[in-house]
């Protein structure tokens, strides 16, 4: 649903602010209401939009006032489209036959430069020259654990008797009531001993390292659309609240680089980067873009194809295997590879 | 207060831990209690400490247990040493006649490593070989806005009334309400338009730029030690529950690098960094050094005092003013130079 309908919300939350975008001026800070044409009014042209407002210059400048570029009105554009997109999954979630969720990662063109939004565990990186520029980062329960444990501090409630909010490095063990045990809470960076009270034997809200981190024992990604439904096993405790559909947004100005054909965006899901680093994917995709002419536009499909292909491995008598006879991502691999360099005008 | 016992607490609290910094192997997760030395076992030595606790390296290890390190016990104590301190000022405010608040930053050095904990608008640098590499970043209403929008929108009692956790570019005025203004919330980076209603006229909680920057119109910094009487003016809402105590650790290695006699900490308060440049403070730093013989100790005395009086400026018709002519600094000025050359033995 979200991958049919995301880049519409996208597209109406741009569609506000294309004539603001358009004007080289800052954006003004408040919008007067267009006035709506009156037939007492022949001489003025008829808008186009319904609902168009225009820029107030008119009112006087303020003492203080803040200056907010183009961009960041994009950066909000797609926010606000990510919560949209959520808002109508949780509406529509009964008739579209949607129980679950999922990450998202998008990237929207924009007058010379592109944003890369993300709100879970996909990513996208830029290779440029051979070298790597991350575009984006993830959100897990180790990376977002302070937000959580914040949240599960004010919110108690939403722990449903089951959680703390506080981290400890393993499970507790009854007989090590009284005892010191490592943990660190919302504020905290570092590590301390604190005295086990009867409180801490509730399993952590945030538990477990890389791969196998998880929020609440149920999942392991913290940002994303959906999973409006999704409960703690076994239990009343809702996940949702834990979880942010607000994307982090990156910039990329195309137009401060002399890019050539070899460079590209790659936007991967966590099948890809589980099993292949960023300098393997740049090594591949370097690799398999010098087989094809440099006008060839099927060779970045080549490259996406060839990134699917060596991240699921070859099936053998153990299963999916790797090249270095590791395991395959047993995980969905999705894989975006976008040229940089503009269309095939190279020599 | 804070001045004169932070210390203190920085000692206890890695007093507790010290007996397992001294011990190369992974701090234990779990601690035994030690059992009290009694008359009925002479063969045992008395324990120095009446509280000490040995690591329990008998208990299996757990399937799932993360890796904690020697570092982030450092950190943790350093942590909950800045938390002591500001609950011994909230207890003992009154019979010390502290009614204030203070930034606090401090710099522990502890087997090899320095540990620079900061909770405020101080700053603190290392110059190395003509290089600036930042040790600490400040705490102000925008550069936490979103944590303190989160807490305004969590717990919207604390608000009093009067603000709002969203935040707009300018003051509204009445006769804009019901048109659309830019504004952003907790969760956002960029900006969007939102149609005014009543509610936006509150003031915001995080308002205005740079040093201009105000949470609830009263405070420019977010973290700090005591100010648990604050209040916004003439109102009855507490400044404190948005002012954390909690500093950022950040770790440097002194046995990276060979240093050489002109390598220092510079450690400033706001009064010097508002006047004066990472880079200006790198400058005038080099060139007072280049003045004195490598072994001479008064030396990074000398860079301290300059520092100081360059950021002060001279007393002219028009106020203190610096040597560019500008005003002067208003605010305090403390700057600690420290060599990390080590003792003066350079040739």
Redo the contacts between chains.
């Keep these: 649903m979200a991958s049919k309908l995301l880049h519409f919300h996208i597209r109406d939350?741009l569609r506000?602010?294309v004539h603001i975008l358009q004007d080289p001026s800052p954006?003004p800070?408040?919008?007067?209401?267009a006035s709506r044409t009156v037939s007492g009014e022949p001489n003025r042209a008829p808008l186009a939009e319904e609902d168009i407002?225009v820029p107030?210059n008119a009112l006087p400048r303020?003492h203080?006032?803040?200056?907010?570029s183009h961009?960041?009105?994009?950066?909000?554009?797609?926010?606000?489209a990510f919560?949209e997109m959520d808002n109508q999954i949780e509406k529509e979630r009964v008739t579209h036959h949607v129980s679950g969720g999922c990450c998202a990662l998008a990237v929207v063109y924009l007058l010379g430069k592109f944003y890369v939004a993300n709100a879970g565990d996909s990513r996208a990186i830029v290779i440029r020259n051979g070298e790597i520029i991350p575009m984006s980062r993830e959100f897990t329960p180790e990376t977002e654990r302070q937000?959580l444990q914040?949240?599960g501090f004010?919110?108690p409630e939403l722990l449903g008797n089951e959680f703390t909010h506080l981290e400890?490095?393993?499970?507790?063990q009854h007989k090590?009531l009284?005892?010191?045990?490592?943990y660190?809470d919302q504020?905290?960076?570092?590590?301390?001993?604190k005295r086990i009270e009867e409180d801490d034997m509730k399993f952590p809200l945030v538990?477990?390292?890389g791969k196998?981190a998880r929020m609440m024992a149920t999942i392991g990604v913290t940002r994303g659309l959906g999973d409006h439904d999704l409960k703690v096993y076994s239990s009343n405790i809702y996940i949702k609240p834990f979880l942010?559909c607000?994307p982090?947004?990156r910039i990329y100005d195309l137009t401060q680089y002399e890019h050539c054909p070899d460079d590209v965006l790659v936007m991967g899901t966590d099948g890809l980067w589980d099993v292949t680093s960023n300098q393997e994917v740049a090594n591949m995709a370097l690799d398999v873009l010098m087989r094809y002419e440099p006008n060839d536009p099927c060779r970045y499909t080549m490259v996406a194809q060839e990134l699917v292909m060596r991240s699921r491995g070859v099936l053998k008598d153990r299963g999916w295997r790797l090249a270095n006879d590791k395991l395959g991502s047993g995980d969905d691999i999705s894989v975006f590879v976008i040229p940089l360099g503009g269309p095939g005008n190279y020599t």
Tied chains: 1, 2.
């Excluded at 203080?64 to 907010?68: D, S």
Aim: with cysteine; charged share 30%.
């Design positions: 939350q506000e602010i954006p800070i408040c919008l007067q209401d407002e107030n303020f203080m006032e803040k200056a907010v961009e960041s009105l994009v950066v909000g554009a797609i926010e606000n919560k937000r914040f949240l004010l919110r400890f490095p393993r499970r507790i090590e009284g005892k010191k045990m490592l660190r504020t905290m960076n570092g590590w301390a001993y538990y477990g390292e196998k942010s607000i982090e947004v």
